[in-house]
């Protein structure tokens, strides 16, 4: 859907250049393409950002199925971690060897 509506966005911003006499044909064409390559811009980091956070919540999930996720070469787990799920971060368990160690969802596969 945003897609289709960044394609109308530029087809209208091409139509009003249309209208307007003042500006030369190749200034339209540059503020079309400046326009355009923004929309684009926005489009490719937000498909980015929808698949970090498809990754992480994938990693969540993995955690509360009781699977070990390895982080940065740190096997975590619900044996010695816990998930605070405000800020997706695994926190070391007390009387355990990672206590207090706090490992972001983001960095693990």
Known sequence: MAYIFGLV???????ALHYFTEITKS?????TAIVSAIILGAIAFNA?????RESMLKVVR???QNKTINCNGVDVNNSN??????????IGKEKTPFYGEM???SECK
């Open 9 to 15: 966005i530029v087809g209208l911003l091409f139509l």
């Open 81 to 90: 971690y816990t998930l605070s799920i405000g800020t997706y971060t695994f």
């Open 48 to 52: 980015y950002s929808s698949s970090q």
């Open 103 to 105: 490992i972001s969802a």
């Open 62 to 64: 993995l955690f509360n």
């Open 27 to 31: 200034q339209k064409i540059i503020v």
